[in-house]
């Protein structure tokens, strides 16, 4: 009899050890990993278009973007459009150019997923941009009166060679309306950091910036198609060791 309660009681006891460390196995979540790279995506401009049908040929903007996800927290992006204006004032001073663009810069997803959730992808971005461009400007017609001797001159200024840089602090959304297809808003507030030599006639419009102001505010809005990684990376479950009794 001894002998059978003695069997019966370690037989519970090494049920009861299973059982807990069953429970804390069950309990503790898996922690997922988030591989670095996650796929790459194309977006064309469609506010540029639009604007520049309306514009009537004053001034035109054509662009698209290249975007990479990393670790749906960050966001490397390189832009590239084409840009132009032709306007007369009302003194028949006629300004033309065009030119080629480009940004470069990182925007972070402001919207955090819980903790071993599945990342969403609509997404909150905020981030910076770094402008260049480097275009030929023609300025026609302008009319010079000097005021002692009475006389006027009128001067054309052709070609003339300008580079403007400037940085841009954007805000925006992107929502994935179907299956890596996205579509979103961005607004920019774009700041030249190379200034017009004194004395040297200016350009009225720079390619990519918009009229040569010290600053303007730019908007986007973008459908975009995700190209995803050409392997699909498994995500790597690590399971926390349960603790010992």
């Given at each position: ?36 790279f996650n796929g790459i995506t194309i ?116 070609n003339v060679s300008s580079t403007k ?63 995803q990684i050409p392997f699909k990376a ?12």
């Amino acid at each position: 009899m001894l002998k059978i309660f003695t069997y019966l009681s370690s037989l519970i006891f090494c049920l009861s050890v299973f059982t807990v460390n069953a429970q804390n196995t069950k309990k503790l979540p898996d922690k997922i990993k988030t591989p670095l790279f996650n796929g790459i995506t194309i977006q064309a401009d469609v506010a540029s278009v639009v604007s520049s049908a309306l514009s009537t040929g004053e001034s035109y903007s054509y662009e698209a973007g290249a975007q990479v996800d990393l670790k749906h927290k960050f966001y490397p992006i390189v832009e590239l459009g084409y840009a132009g204006a032709n306007k007369t004032s009302n003194d028949n001073i006629n300004f033309n150019t065009q030119g080629v663009f480009g940004r470069i810069g990182v925007d972070i997803n402001l919207i955090t997923s819980k903790k071993d959730e599945k990342p969403t992808t609509n997404l909150f971005l905020a981030g910076v941009r770094l402008g260049m461009t480097r275009f030929l400007y023609n300025i026609n017609n302008v009319t010079i009166t000097d005021d002692y001797w009475g006389e006027t001159q009128t001067f054309n200024y052709s070609n003339v060679s300008s580079t403007k840089i400037w940085y841009e602090i954007v805000a925006g959304v992107r929502v994935e309306v179907t299956k890596n297809i996205f579509m979103g808003w961005t607004i920019r507030s774009k700041n030249l950091l190379t200034q017009d030599v004194s004395g040297e006639v200016a350009p009225w419009f720079i390619p990519g910036f918009g009229t040569n102001n010290g600053s303007n505010w730019g908007f986007n809005y973008t459908i975009g198609y995700k190209l995803q990684i050409p392997f699909k990376a498994k995500q790597a479950v690590i399971l926390k060791k349960s603790k010992k009794p």
